[in-house]
Each structure stands twice: as C-alpha cells, then as structure tokens.
C-alpha cells in the first residue's frame, strides 16, 4: 500500500475510536431492547436489534462494527474534504451523526452547507451549519442530550476532543458553569 493508503487508514482509525468513545460517553447503554421512539428497538449503543439482551462488551463490538459500516459510507465525502484538515476529531461527530437513527449517514451526507463549510475550514460556519440541519430536534430533551449537543458542535468548532472536563465544566444542568 501507498503511504497516502496507510494515512487514511491511520486516520480512519483514529476517527472511529473517537467516535467510539464519544458515542459511548454521550449516548446510553441499553442492555435490554427499548423502543427507539421512531417505530424500531434499540439494544447497546444506537444499535437496532432484536429481542435478546446482550452485555456491555457485545454492543462495544457492534459499535465498532456500526463506526466501520459509518466511515465506509463516510469516506468519500471525507477524502474530499481531505482528512488531514478536517482531523479526526471532527470526523469522529460526523460518524457519530452517522450513527443516530434519527439522522443517519444519508441525511449527514446530504448537509451541503456543513460540507461546504468543512471543506473551507470554517469551522464555526460548519458547527453553525449543523444547527441548521434537523440535528438540534434530536438533540433536544435531556441534560444528556443537550450536553452531546454542545460537545459535537464544540469538536466541529474547535477540532478538539470532548473532554471529561469539558464535561465536569458544563455541570448538572447542562448549562456552561
């Protein structure tokens, strides 16, 4: 393989385990199915399944699985936004995007205007665009919610990580302390 090939891969790599623990720190563990709210079931991590229950280190593995079927989705709208400006970070929302079930890689694929804006590096435009999508009614409800509402938008604005300081900072009530 080129080494153009083994950086991408890098990157992607990257990425997904990002994604992996932002999802797993932003959405909840269903260890049982529960309806998703949209007509379908949820079990582990923003994975529709069936009926059987399954453990902590199974919906780990799905979400890995889930990341690899986002990125695959994902990857040529990345490219040409080029990886190594975009940074895994902010792919690491995208694929979490990707993989909510009231969004999906087909409606992110479809946000021009984020695409637009990603390409340039504007980056606030981007984390502005993505406000402008259907995302914000996803985001609404919970402290949880609207804590992973604050974190993407600041991973796209910034290029950084969500931290569990970043966390701790924004209290219990969802608020900037």
Not at 3 to 16: G, N, P, R, T, Y
Not at 108 to 121: D, G
Not at 139 to 162: E, K, P, S
Request: charged letters at 20%.
């Amino acid at each position: 393989m080129t080494s153009e090939v083994l950086a991408f891969h890098a990157f992607e790599d990257l990425a997904k385990s990002i994604a992996l623990r932002l999802v797993q720190r932003h959405e909840p563990f269903l260890a049982q199915p529960a309806p998703d709210g949209h007509g379908g079931t949820m079990i582990g991590f923003l994975r529709a399944l069936g009926r059987k229950g399954i453990t902590r280190q199974a919906a780990t593995h799905m979400l890995r699985d889930d990341l690899d079927e986002a990125m695959v989705a994902l990857r040529a709208r990345i490219a040409a936004v080029g990886h190594e400006r975009l940074g895994a970070a902010r792919a690491a929302v995208l694929l979490h995007l990707a993989l909510l079930p009231e969004i999906g890689a087909a409606r992110v694929l479809s946000w021009e205007s984020l695409w637009s804006a990603l390409a340039s590096e504007r980056w606030n435009d981007a984390a502005d665009a993505l406000l402008l999508t259907e995302w914000p009614t996803v985001m609404t409800g919970t402290t949880q919610q609207r804590v992973r509402g604050v974190a993407l938008q600041r991973v796209i604005r910034t290029g950084n990580q969500f931290t569990d300081a970043d966390e701790r900072r924004l209290g219990a009530s969802g608020a900037p302390a």
